[in-house]
């Protein structure tokens, strides 16, 4: 169970940025590239819903290579010799801190949003961690859903109805959280049990 | 987790467990895993509530607590006997005084039958008067807010709000130790329903009735004290809390190829 509740985690796992640059390694690992085309890859891997910012992609691949994790050389354009660009490579370190993101669960992060760009650019070697790790958050969607106050269905004040209304809305959020985890982990597990 | 501090009283047996129970259906050729290992825990006067989606296996899995199914592996037991062992009559008097099963589908009354006498009958079987079954079915119709339904009232012109309640009290008035339910409240306003959750959690809570609730709406089960979801036959539950329910995963989480 440790596997996916890391004791340490590096600062480049960490904050609301998190699961993009964890999706921007697994890139990597798969071709080098600039940083245009590393945000254009960026954007057709996880979706226009991400609103993803060009100009955020070439502070993370900064990120990244400052802790080590990606490595940048200047190469000339195609038909111009003059003008260089920066052109991001994967280092040594980079596969071990893909496959440790994609066993982290961090409590604080969004869980889903880290979930989705994992599943972006998840290796199948990742498959097992992958439902490992989506099941912890099933459980903890539970958990959570556990702790939001019943309704009686008769909110008699305005500040009540108020009240009962955000408790419904975070009560969605989970159940369309579970949702989507369990749907995922069975897609998961099917494509498991029929390459194995 | 703190250690249980020691106690000389042996712990009861859960009211109600599964131990790696299985169930499959037929589906032209293949085969469905309505169940797959499932085991859990429920203790008596515990609200466990079943999340699930249409086809996930929460019916199974209440159909099976109530016994009214047998699985194909594994072991069901309440208040400690192992009920998939026991023969057909011994379940059913088990079905008939400890564990009541509500279900939207299970609206039975014949037409022109007053509320009360609907209630009061669930208790045919018990050796009563006619006079102490309705006073009994006048109390669990109190319970449920509907006293006033009574006497009078014909089952054919209840709404859909006052029909659930009228079911409640028809589970209620036999006294069971579990009360099972599978899509309680299948009515149109949200207020209602809630409401109706509301009195569910009130009566069994008062009562010490344990309750084992599914349904495909989460809403349905806030408040209840422990949390499962149901997928594809496989149970995934929330964490431990106190010894309210105790919760076994089906297998240890599998490590990945490193």
Request: hydrophobic content about 45%.
């Given at each position: 169970m440790g596997m996916?509740?890391?004791?340490?985690?590096?600062?480049?796992m960490r904050g609301a940025s998190a699961p993009l640059r964890g999706a921007l390694l697994g890139l990597l690992l798969e071709r080098p590239g600039h940083g245009g085309e590393l945000a254009n890859r960026l954007i057709a891997r996880l979706g226009e819903t991400w609103r993803i910012d060009p100009n955020d992609v070439y502070r993370l691949l900064e990120q990244l290579e400052a802790e080590g994790l990606a490595s940048s050389c200047e190469e000339h354009r195609r038909g111009n010799e003059r003008r260089t660009r920066l052109v991001y490579h994967p280092t040594e370190q980079t596969p071990s801190a893909l496959t440790c993101w994609m066993e982290t669960l961090m409590p604080r992060e969004p869980v889903r949003l880290g979930l989705q760009a994992k599943?972006?650019?998840?290796?199948?070697?990742?498959?097992?961690?992958?439902?490992?790790a989506l099941r912890e958050h099933e459980r903890e969607c539970l958990a959570l859903a556990q702790l939001v106050c019943p309704s009686d269905g008769q909110a008699r004040s305005w500040a009540a109805l108020c009240m009962d209304c955000t408790r419904d809305a975070v009560y969605g959020m989970l159940q369309a959280e579970i949702d989507w985890t369990t749907r995922t982990r069975q897609r998961i597990d099917e494509y498991a049990a029929r390459t194995s | 987790m703190r250690p249980a501090p020691p106690s000389l009283l042996a712990e009861p047996p859960p009211l109600l467990s599964f131990q790696n129970v299985s169930k499959r259906y037929p589906d032209g050729g293949r085969e469905i895993v309505a169940l797959d290992e499932v085991s859990f825990e429920l203790h008596a006067g515990a609200a466990v509530g079943v999340y699930g989606a249409r086809r996930s296996g929460k019916s199974t899995l209440l159909r099976l607590a109530a016994a009214i199914e047998s699985p194909d592996a594994g072991v069901v037991r309440f208040a400690g006997r192992d009920v998939t062992r026991i023969s057909s009559r011994e379940r059913a008097r088990l079905l008939r005084s400890s564990v009541a099963f509500l279900t939207s589908a299970g609206w039975l009354a014949s037409p022109g039958e007053t509320v009360l006498d609907h209630v009061a009958m669930s208790l045919g079987s018990e050796g009563l008067t006619m006079r102490e079954a309705k006073r009994r079915a006048l109390l669990a119709l109190d319970a449920v807010g509907v006293a006033a339904l009574g006497a009078e009232e014909i089952t054919a012109s209840l709404s859909l709000r006052e029909r659930a309640l009228v079911m409640l009290a028809r589970a209620l008035v036999r006294e069971p130790r579990l009360l099972i339910v599978d899509e309680p409240a299948p009515m149109p306003s949200l207020g209602d329903r809630e409401r109706f959750c509301a009195i569910l959690r009130t009566v069994t809570g008062e009562r010490g009735i344990a309750l084992?609730?599914?349904?495909?709406d989460m809403a349905t089960l806030r408040g209840v004290g422990a949390l499962m979801s149901i997928s594809a036959g496989e149970l995934c539950c929330s964490e431990e809390r106190g010894t309210v329910v105790r919760l076994r995963p089906k297998r240890a989480a599998a490590s990945g190829p490193s």
């Open positions: 996916v509740q890391a004791t340490s985690t590096k600062r480049w599943l972006a650019v998840a290796r199948e070697q990742d498959l097992r961690r992958l439902s490992v | 084992l609730i599914a349904s495909e």
